[in-house]
């Protein structure tokens, strides 16, 4: 279990796990990730990379934090994942 203090600290840590995760070409073209209400936001720099992660993104996500027990809140708490520009 996390502390709530810590709680941002380790979202940023799931995140780094999963952008290691995806392509390099995908990675790049990702401008920030936050967590908001029970939703993972995700702002990319390309339509075609809106379109790839639009498709795949909630199950990379969630295949990522099963990799780290540290996660577990992100993935029990996750209503959905909006792709932005």
């Known amino acids: 279990m996390v502390l709530p203090q810590l ?7 799931c995140f780094d796990i999963f952008r290691k ?12 990730i936050y967590f908001k209400n ?5 702002l990319v720099s390309h339509p075609t990379i809106k379109m790839e992660l639009s ?3 909630e199950e990379l996500l969630q295949n ?13 708490n996750l209503l959905k994942v909006i792709v932005r520009i």
């Not at 029970?38 to 995700?42: A, K, L, M, S, W």
């Not at 099963?66 to 993935?75: A, E, L, N």
Request: one cysteine or more; proline letters at 2%.
């Open 64 to 76: 990522s934090f099963k990799q780290d027990s540290s996660c577990d809140y992100i993935s029990e």
């Open 21 to 32: 995760n995806l392509p390099k070409n995908i990675d790049n073209g990702i401008k920030e």
């Open 55 to 57: 498709y795949s993104a």
């Open 7 to 13: 709680a941002k600290l380790n979202n940023y840590k």
């Open 38 to 42: 029970r939703t993972i936001y995700i």
